[in-house]
């Protein structure tokens, strides 16, 4: 048999159900093309992978990579067109929203020229008509934003449909982020101008079988991805996360600063130190919900960490304190004296939650 010139990569996690449908369909569909399929799995505690396997011993044209210790969507569709080594290689959900259908359309436009095919549920005769109102609210303020601040040309970037030639994504991978949903935006990307990008509308389907992995996190991972790009990929994201979620602390600190003012207006120190303690309790939370998601710490972890958090802060606090009672002393601009104070201990702060609060194992 000659080898496959389209292989189809297909990602999965719990999506037992709908492996032997998606090949059975896959099979129909593909008609003509020499093809092959390999499935990606996360060591899935359902099984999925033995589920391959079954299908792999009676069809030589399934695969399956499985990746133990380690998850990710991203990541197991980049390792899994890197497994390939046919000239054309797809991304599709194993859960059959995607329209297998399209496929021979999609494969015809790479030979056509085309570097790159995304599937889009936007364009004329595309649909989203399966997506929840949230999602779809989601979906389109994505892709607003990939327009405005990544400048690909893209109707649908958070899709996880789409074809490519095998030698213009080894080009690509190295520099590619493992992390999240958001593939297609980092191959758009990354690969810059140079890469001709068509689209191909699909009608999104309901999922067969199992549910959706789709949650709020990932949907702040692709904001995190949106915020590298656009800085040209100089500044870590993690460090992005920080900075704004200090920005929203500062914001708090005056807010509390301000109230506690009204209420003690010549104490500008205890009213200092009291915006200082509620910005510290909402830095704590945002960080440890954004920044260190991946590190998230919980229960008896979480309130060690908190401790942790203030004692490392109180030295930071008293350096604050001490500085924006001296600026203010000195000039009698409040909100002057108390964002520098809260400034010079988010940078100590920063520098010392990472060392110590949120480590990495
Ligand atoms: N290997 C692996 N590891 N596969 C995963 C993981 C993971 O950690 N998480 C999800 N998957 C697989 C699922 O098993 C499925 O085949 C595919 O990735 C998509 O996951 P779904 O859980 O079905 O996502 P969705 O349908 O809610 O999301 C849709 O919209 C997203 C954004 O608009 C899909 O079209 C996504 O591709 C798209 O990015
Ligand atoms: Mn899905």
């Known amino acids: 048999m000659h080898s496959a010139e389209l292989s189809i990569v297909v990602p999965t996690y719990k999506e037992r159900g709908n492996v032997a449908e998606l090949v059975r369909r896959l099979d129909a569909a593909l008609a ?90 936007y364009v004329e005769g595309g649909n989203a008509g399966s997506f929840s109102q949230s999602r779809g609210a989601i979906s389109r303020l994505a892709t607003r934003l990939t327009h405005r601040l990544v400048g690909t040309n893209l109707s649908d970037p958070m899709s996880g449909f789409f074809m490519m030639r095998r030698d213009r994504f080894d080009d690509i991978a190295p520099r590619l982020s493992p992390v999240g949903f958001k593939i297609l935006l980092d191959i758009a990307a990354t690969g810059g101008e140079r890469l001709a990008i068509a689209e191909q509308p699909y009608v999104f389907g309901t999922r067969f079988d199992g549910e959706s992995k789709f949650n709020a996190q990932i949907g702040v991972e692709f904001l995190g991805l949106l915020l590298a790009k656009m ?43 009291l915006a200082t303690l509620v910005a510290m309790t909402s830095n704590f939370l945002l960080n440890n919900e954004l920044t260190y998601r991946d590190r998230r710490l919980k229960g008896i972890a979480m309130f060690r960490g908190f401790l ?54």
């Open 32 to 121: 003509g093309i020499a093809w092959e399929a390999i499935f990606v799995d996360d060591n899935s505690p359902d099984g999925t992978a033995q589920a391959v396997k079954d299908l792999a011993a009676g069809d030589s044209r399934v695969r399956c990579l499985r990746r133990v210790g380690r998850r990710g969507l991203a990541g197991a569709c980049i390792e899994g067109m890197l497994s390939s080594a046919s000239p054309f290689v797809a991304v599709m959900d194993a859960d059959l929203q995607h329209d297998e259908k399209v496929l021979p359309q999609m494969l015809a436009r790479l030979k056509g020229g085309a570097d790159l095919v995304a599937g889009t549920r």
């Open 308 to 361: 942790l958090f203030c004692l490392i802060g109180s030295v930071g606090a008293l350096t604050n304190v001490d500085l924006a009672s001296w600026l203010y002393s000195e000039r009698q601009v409040w909100w002057v004296a108390g964002a520098a104070g809260a400034i010079m201990g988010a940078l100590w702060n920063y520098a010392m939650s990472t060392l110590f609060v949120w480590r990495a194992r």
């Open 231 to 273: 800085t040209g990929d100089l500044v870590d994201p993690r460090f992005l996360f920080f900075a704004i979620v200090g920005t929203v602390g500062l914001v708090v600190h005056l807010i509390a600063l301000s109230l506690a003012l009204a209420m003690i207006p010549d104490q500008f120190r205890a009213a200092q130190a």
